[in-house]
């Protein structure tokens, strides 16, 4: 299987340090116009939809404060990961039942969907297994160290 290379989905212009987001609702669409802004996606409204229809499908709070949803959509045109720290934790429906302080949120193309959407999952799982990569993605301060700290991994 081929390996996705996080730089090709992690831009620095899709991360979001301390948004002042108060619920789920407010940072997903603030990640989502981030992803427009940057045309990674062509409809905002769409792809919203695609991400709030895979939430119907199970909970992307996998625990310990982090929250990865995504869509797979036709509106998405190149596939990629926006990423957000709040600056309070909001509501969500986690596996911990704990609230949400950083959000990964996948954007997938179509096409896209049995090839890279599992390798680039694959890979942030990975991440976001291991402990010490968890306290230092909450105590991330800039856009630099985001970028790095996933990348570096």
Excluded: C
């Amino acid at each position: 299987m081929e390996k996705v290379v996080l730089e090709e989905v992690i831009h620095k212009e899709l991360i979001l340090i301390n948004s002042k987001a108060g619920n789920k609702d407010e940072i997903l669409r603030e990640l989502i116009h981030l992803l427009h802004e940057n045309h990674y996606i062509a409809d905002e409204a769409a792809f919203l939809e695609d991400v709030y229809l895979r939430e119907t499908e199970g909970e992307t709070g996998i625990g310990q404060g982090i929250a990865i949803p995504h869509g797979k959509s036709a509106s998405v045109e190149t596939t990629t990961i926006a990423v957000a720290t709040l600056e309070k934790p909001i509501k969500w429906e986690t596996l911990d039942g704990e609230d949400v302080e950083v959000i990964i949120l996948f954007a997938v193309k179509d096409s896209d969907i049995n090839t890279t959407h599992v390798l680039l999952l694959q890979q942030v799982a990975t991440l976001l297994a291991d402990e010490d990569f968890l306290d230092d993605l909450k105590g991330v301060t800039s856009v630099d160290e985001m970028y790095q700290l996933i990348t570096n991994k």
